[in-house]
């Protein structure tokens, strides 16, 4: 499975930004997708996940209301909406995809495939 997530750019606080993940390769052994975000110095951090197959979705409290995520697969695409960006959201996002069971996964050991990473900067 490969992964290329684009989209990411400079944003003004307020405004709102998709994101897209296009997903090739085997995809017929994806189970879910999540959108990380890595801030430098910091953690990577979990911010949406979607079952590939359901289209069931999951969003934490820290960007509920604001992120949305989103699939088409027939363009084996997976989107993240961002809406009313914050400063705090500046980071690297990455997609990724895993092959296990479930789509509640927040913690990025659990994806087994990467994205290379588009960069967001929210400037206040």
């Known amino acids: 499975v490969q992964l290329q997530a684009f989209g990411g750019g400079l944003v003004q606080a307020g405004n709102s930004l998709t994101l897209s993940c296009a997903a090739s390769?085997?995809?017929?052994?994806?189970?879910?997708v999540g959108w990380f975000r890595q801030a430098p110095g910091k953690e990577r951090e979990f911010v949406a996940s979607?079952?590939?197959?359901?289209?069931?979705?999951y969003v934490p409290d820290s960007v509920k209301g604001r992120f949305t995520i989103s699939r088409d697969n027939a363009k084996n695409t997976i989107y993240l909406q961002m809406n009313s960006l914050k400063a705090e959201d500046t980071a690297v996002y990455y997609c990724?995809?895993?092959?296990?069971?479930?789509?509640?996964?927040?913690?990025?050991?659990?994806?087994?495939?990467w994205g290379q990473g588009t960069e967001v900067t929210v400037s206040s």
């Open positions: 990724a995809a895993r092959s296990s069971s479930y789509f509640i996964r927040t913690h990025y050991r659990k994806y087994n495939y």
């Open positions: 390769g085997r995809t017929s052994i994806i189970v879910a």
């Open positions: 979607i079952d590939w197959s359901t289209g069931r979705t």
